[in-house]
Every structure is written in C-alpha cells, then in structure tokens.
C-alpha cells in the first residue's frame, strides 16, 4: 500500500466513513491513478477535470458514479493533502436533490 493511499483511509476513517465508501473512493482513486500512471497528487485540475469527462462522455458512466468519483477525489485533495477548495472546475451537484422535499410536500 502507497503512503498517499494509507494517509487516505485513515482520514476516511478518522471522518466517520463507512466502509462502503471507504472502498468506494479508495478505488475512485486508483482508478484515476492508473488511467494517468501515476500518483493522483501530482495531476492537475485540467487533468481531473478530463479524466472525468473522459468517464461521462467514452465510459459512458452514470451521474451519480461521476459524482462519487468527483468527491472521492475532492476528499483526496482537500481533506488528506490539505488543499483549499475543489481540485477542478466541474460542478458535482447531487442529481437528485430537492426531489425528496418537493414529493414530500405534495
């Protein structure tokens, strides 16, 4: 196991992370490295910003399989390397969101 890949799981343990998600973005990661064969922390914000691209537009992902990409790569840059704000410019918001507040009021 890489340094940069223990510093991750212990920080998504450290906050609270189930172990679904820890997998999850754990292989996020590493998917990400071994698409650029190397380590994620050394990719820039074009770069991120294309390989998720590359997963909606010629993987043909879901949304929502992009998004969990997006923020397992969020939590990479922000909460274990320290970096300020989102690695990339590609807005990730949630696709479902309000939809549960609008059919409960109906």
């Known amino acids: 196991m890489t340094p940069l890949r223990q510093r991750m799981l212990d920080a998504l343990v450290l906050h609270g992370k189930a ?16 698409y650029y064969g190397r380590s994620p922390d050394t990719l820039s914000g074009a770069q991120i910003e294309a390989y998720l691209l590359h997963l909606l537009q ?7 399989t ?10 990479l840059f922000r909460k274990v390397l320290g970096q300020a704000g989102s690695p990339c410019g590609i807005p990730l918001p949630r696709s479902g969101a309000g939809k549960l507040n609008t059919a409960i009021s109906e």
Request: hydrophobic share 45%; proline share 0%.
């Open 19 to 34: 172990a679904r998600t820890q997998e999850a973005y754990i292989s996020a990661v590493a998917q990400l490295a071994r």
């Open 58 to 64: 010629e993987r043909h992902l879901t949304r929502a």
């Open 66 to 75: 992009v998004n969990q990409a997006g923020c397992a790569i969020n939590f």
